[in-house]
């Protein structure tokens, strides 16, 4: 990913992290939201420089998607992610929106508030999700918040920042591709403790020493 930026092949760095999650990505319901949301963020990425409404779309599903695979796991609501994402929301908001073109400003609001609410979301899945390991919710937390990052320095790059060479900067790229990396990653789920305790109790060993039991029990040699 590193050689792909530095020689600018900008069309080709998401490509590596779609095939990886597409072809290695645990197949569980959350996985394939997970590769769906990557193949949409691949093509915003493809298509931010040519057309910025039409990448910031494209990330906009890819955040959606990634809200749909958070909340399989039924986390519980938080007035404290909400209202710490709503006055993060609000400082970005105070320092960005008034140097965005009237037209853009209400797609970026719309941007800025599903972006930190996915990220709010991660963490109250880490926090009360059901019947997922740690491995994996702390990945999506380490994803949803690089992603937060790497806008957050892009718009303030395009919109405010006076230098050109900001908005190809190493800290955007980076930043971008950890969180998309995370979010692949947190696709290859281990085992929740639960799931494994409930394939040791219906091992072939438990259940043979069952049968052995019943049938003792019962009068059987």
Request: proline letters at 3%.
């Amino acid at each position: 990913l590193t050689v792909l930026y530095f020689v600018k092949f900008r069309f080709l760095t998401a490509l590596p992290v779609v095939l990886w999650n597409a072809f290695c990505c645990n197949r569980d319901k959350y996985g394939r939201y997970m590769s769906i949301g990557l193949v949409l963020g691949a093509i915003g990425d493809a298509t931010l420089s040519a057309s910025f409404i039409t990448g910031l779309l494209f990330f906009l599903a890819n955040h959606v998607v990634d809200i749909y695979a958070f909340k399989l796991s039924n986390p519980q609501f938080s007035w404290v992610t909400l209202i710490v994402g709503a006055i993060y929301c609000i400082c970005v908001g105070i320092v960005i929106l008034p140097s965005v073109d009237f037209a853009m400003i209400a797609p970026c609001a719309v941007y800025l508030v599903t972006l930190v609410y996915t990220c709010c979301l991660a963490i109250d899945r880490y926090v009360s999700g059901e019947d997922i390991s740690t491995y994996s919710s702390v990945l999506g937390i380490v994803g949803s918040v690089m992603f937060v990052a790497s806008d957050t320095l892009l718009a303030y790059s395009m919109f405010v920042g006076t230098s050109a060479a900001l908005e190809e900067s190493e800290a955007i790229m980076l930043t971008y591709f950890l969180a998309q990396l995370s979010l692949a990653l947190s696709s290859f789920i281990d085992q929740p403790q639960s799931v494994l305790m409930a394939g040791e109790e219906d091992s072939p060993a438990d259940k043979s020493e069952d049968y052995l039991g019943a049938h003792l029990l019962s009068g059987g040699v």
